[in-house]
């Protein structure tokens, strides 16, 4: 009789640790941003990892198994591009530089994202200065009301700010730099 008790004892244990594993593998991490622009990692079976503002890893927690290191690694580096910084991946002591938009290419973050942006948060009244290049000093091309679609053309990091360069839907020949923060994915085309 004891023997059997243990052997469902043992059973029920072992159920519940594979529920355990099926449940922490389904979870997403958290990301959570530091003011310094480090972004610190949290998965679900307890594994931290910290990143600083360009993806390489600083420190990670000893409980991180290899697949922790990995969903860790694309979780920070997808947060990152998100932002719009410019990410090294440092997964295996290895340096992955991700390659920069082209013409052809989305382009949300700085290597991928949406054809088209739209113009949003701008108090009334006020406009987006498209520029001729990614610099507040450099020339105004023209200003852009609130609402305005952008054909999107890549951003890039310049001077610790995210510069997205686009053309106006209506006129492609009209082309300059507009800082990505008053931009969001536009759902028309």
């Not at 593998?25 to 600083?52: Q, W």
């Not at 995210?162 to 839907?169: A, K, L």
């Amino acid at each position: 009789m004891q023997t059997k008790r243990s052997a469902l004892y043992a059973i029920a244990f072992l159920s519940l640790l594979s529920d355990s594993v099926v449940a922490r593998n389904d979870s997403p991490p958290e990301v959570v941003p530091r003011s310094s622009g480090e972004v610190e990692v949290r998965m679900p079976g307890g594994c931290v990892a910290l990143y600083d503002k360009s993806g390489g890893l600083i420190t990670r927690g000893s409980s991180c198994s290899k697949s922790d290191r990995r969903r860790a690694d694309e979780a920070a580096t997808s947060y990152l591009r998100e932002q719009g910084v410019s990410v090294n991946s440092h997964s295996g002591g290895q340096n992955h530089d991700i390659p920069p938009a082209t013409d052809n290419d989305f382009a949300d973050g700085l290597a991928g994202g949406p054809d088209f942006w739209e113009v949003i948060e701008l108090a009334p009244g006020d406009a987006l200065n498209m520029r001729s290049k990614p610099s507040a000093k450099a020339s105004v091309v023209v200003g852009l009301p609130s609402g305005t679609l952008l054909r999107n053309h890549g951003c890039k990091m310049q001077g610790g700010q995210r510069w997205c360069q686009v053309s106006m839907r209506n006129d492609p020949n009209r082309r300059g730099w507009v800082a990505g923060r008053y931009l969001h994915e536009s759902s028309q085309q």
